[in-house]
């Protein structure tokens, strides 16, 4: 998505001229538009990084996590990217989330510590007085951290302008097959996914 862009972006400038000296992760849902893997592996190929793909399709066939009722893989992505942060020993993960997204992200703090069992709890969390963050965590401790939280939506679409960052094609308005379900439109591929939930 357009934060995970962003992200992507800043890090780079971060980090340039030399290259990203991290893996980039997706917590692949197995309901990506083919628009969104295109973009995703295209632009792991330009910044010549590593991609470590989380599958969710791969964790319920394991029997990690059972596919939800209602077709929605959201709420089941949580326990797929803790097993890949135990696989890989992440200290520390960057995300794009914001705190205008939702109520239980905007008690989220820049560096948000999570126990050993990736739980985060809004008071054993560390001050940040004056911008200054505590990533000291014990082994199986992890952060969470959110360089974009106190960007709001606005912002993340001027600094996409202001970059001239290239999107997904899904961005944009273009002609793609849709099924009228109840005075619903469905991309094709959102309404098989909604579908196979049933």
Known sequence: GKDSIVMLRLAQKAFAPGRIPFPVMHVDTGHNFPEVLE?????VDELGLQLIVASVPDAIAR???????GGSRNRIQTPVLLDAVDKYRFDALFGGA???????????????FRDEFGQWDPKNQRPELWSLYNG????GESIRVFPLSN?????IW???AREEIPLPSIYYAHEREVVNRDGMLFAVNE????RAGE
């Open 98 to 112: 914001r705190r205008d997204e939702e109520k239980a992200r905007a008690k989220e703090r820049v560096f948000s």
């Open 151 to 155: 960007w709001t939506e606005l912002d």
């Open 63 to 69: 029997g990690l996590v059972s596919e939800p009722a």
């Open 191 to 194: 309404f098989i996914s909604a």
């Open 158 to 160: 001027h600094y996409i």
């Open 136 to 139: 000291r965590h014990h082994p």
């Open 39 to 43: 973009y995703r592996d295209r632009r």
